[in-house]
């Protein structure tokens, strides 16, 4: 693990680096076992929002079940064969959510009902998308560890509220025994677009001083929705910055994001060929046989002489 302070001329290389792309920073407090997860997935989200025709409610309820599971691939290591699965299911008109995302920062999903309704309630007298209301509080939040070794890990927990960062707190709390605190956020424009997506995740671990965990309390406590930080122009390397402040802030890791779909031709037909046979005999009776993906919406047409 290489260290390398986070200076304002790192953030300068950062800021030139990524320009508008999306990516997560992760750093640590220099003495402390702390780490910081912080991440913008502002284009993947709008990439699902227009892959999925998602209404502005469904494309804020997905945007941050996107970015809880690029966070919590925090759970598994760097390699691309490692991914993390999270499935929301609640109470409400949404219905499920699905989302991957792997250890490179590739995430991909879909929802049960992506024209869902856009509630929206009043929070200090602004309106905000009822997330809570659209993905419902009773039921159920489960993850799966797809690791590359031994069979996938998966753990369930019930959601609290069913805004999504809550629930994922805890499941950190309660499936994996980790202190953490989170934010995720969407913030829509009035045709939709998504104009920020981001999250971030303090994770503090066994041996973190007194004073640390304070200090980390009181910030995370005062800190601005991650959306308000994003539109006054912050960027992971800044919220990280503020959010260490003090604690030398040192750099461990990058990862760019970005919606990615690794479906192709081939695993297509070989989904279908596992269809049973009979199935498959009478979807080509009737002529045309089409796939299509859900996650990226590509349509996959097969032809009697492709199935021999
Ligand atoms: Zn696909």
Redesign the pocket.
């Known amino acids: 693990m290489t260290l390398k302070e986070l200076s304002s001329e790192v953030k300068a290389d950062l800021r030139n680096y990524f320009e508008n792309r999306d990516y997560m920073v992760i750093a640590v407090p220099k003495k402390e076992p702390v780490r910081v997860y912080t991440l913008r997935a502002t284009s993947a989200v709008e990439t699902a929002r227009r892959i999925h025709a998602l209404s502005p409610g469904a494309t804020v309820a997905m945007g941050r079940a996107m970015v809880a599971a690029l966070l919590l691939t925090s759970l598994v290591k760097h390699a691309s064969e490692q991914k993390v699965l999270l499935k929301i299911e609640g109470d409400g008109p949404i219905g499920s959510i699905n989302v991957e995302a792997d250890g490179k920062g590739r995430v991909r999903g879909f929802v049960s009902n992506p024209q869902v309704e856009t509630y929206v309630k009043e929070v200090n007298g602004k309106k905000k998308i009822d997330v809570g209301k659209i993905v419902g509080s009773k039921g159920t939040l489960s993850v799966v560890k797809e690791l590359r070794l031994g069979t996938p890990y998966m753990s369930v927990v019930p959601l609290v509220s069913g805004e999504i960062g809550e629930d994922l707190a805890y499941y950190y709390f309660q499936s994996e025994q980790i202190p953490v605190a989170v934010s995720v956020g969407v913030l829509v424009d009035k045709d939709g677009t998504v104009l920020h997506a981001g999250g971030l995740l303090v994770e503090t671990m066994k041996g973190t001083s007194r004073e640390a965990v304070d200090k980390l309390e009181e910030r995370m406590f005062n800190l601005k929705p991650i959306t308000d930080m994003m539109q006054e122009g912050k960027r992971p390397e800044n919220i990280t910055s503020e959010i260490l402040d003090g604690l030398s802030p040192m750099l461990v890791g990058l990862k760019e994001i970005e919606y990615f ?1 690794p ?1 192709t031709e081939e695993i297509a037909l070989r989904s279908f060929k596992s269809l049973p046979k009979e199935e498959v005999r009478e979807l080509l009776s009737e002529g045309k046989v089409e796939l299509t ?1 859900k ?2 919406g ?1 349509v996959y047409k097969f032809s009697e002489e492709l199935l021999e």
Do not use: D, E, I, L
């Open positions: 779909c479906c993906c996650f990226c590509r």
